[in-house]
Every structure is written in C-alpha cells, then in structure tokens.
C-alpha cells in the first residue's frame, strides 16, 4: 500500500536554498517534505479550498467561511534578491497523473 503524497511544483528558478512555509510556519526539509523532479512533497495532507462565485461574494463582504485552507510559500534568492512564491497551488494524490 502506497502512501499518499500531496505535490507542489516548484516555480522555474528555485534553486537551493531555499524555505519553504505552510500557513506561515516554516517547513524542514526532511522531516515535513522532501524535494523529487522539482516538486515539493508532503505526506500529511494539504487543503486548498475552492472559492465558489457565491462563497467569493460573500467573503467579499467580509463574511468568513472559517474552512482550512493551507498557503503554501517558497522564499528563494535569485541573483542575490529575496523571491517570494505565493500561495502555491497543492497537486492532491487523487489528481496525479497516471
């Protein structure tokens, strides 16, 4: 039985070192993910939710849901510069390929 594996490519440039955090709270390399093919992966789940018209319009509002919804950045340097990749998008193991 294989384990499931939440995924998240890394952006084009991302070179060691680098940091990677969930919700704001840094990750280890190791013993929160580990890095294959130049993605990102998990082995506790990650949830991204999916904002409906009606669930944006509502928030917009200032109405909150309060459903868990996991942000996940990679802070990088590229020529010296700080890089920041916001709120990657999380490959759940139900929709990897084949």
Known sequence: MTVPEWRVKLPP????PFEVYINGVRQEL???FRV???ELV???????????????????WGIG??????????????RG?????????VQPPSERPG
Do not use: C
């Not at 440039?13 to 060691?16: H, N």
């Not at 506790?44 to 944006?56: D, G, I, M, T, Y």
């Not at 849901?65 to 590229?78: A, G, L, P, S």
């Open 30 to 32: 190791g013993s929160d």
């Open 42 to 60: 998990f082995r506790h789940e990650l949830v991204q939710q999916k904002l409906s018209p009606w669930a944006w319009f509502v928030g917009f």
């Open 36 to 38: 294959s093919r130049g």
């Open 65 to 78: 849901t309060y459903k868990r919804n996991d942000v996940i950045d990679v802070r990088y340097e590229v």
């Open 81 to 89: 510069q700080p890089m920041l990749a916001h709120a990657l998008p």
């Open 13 to 16: 440039g991302v070179r060691e």
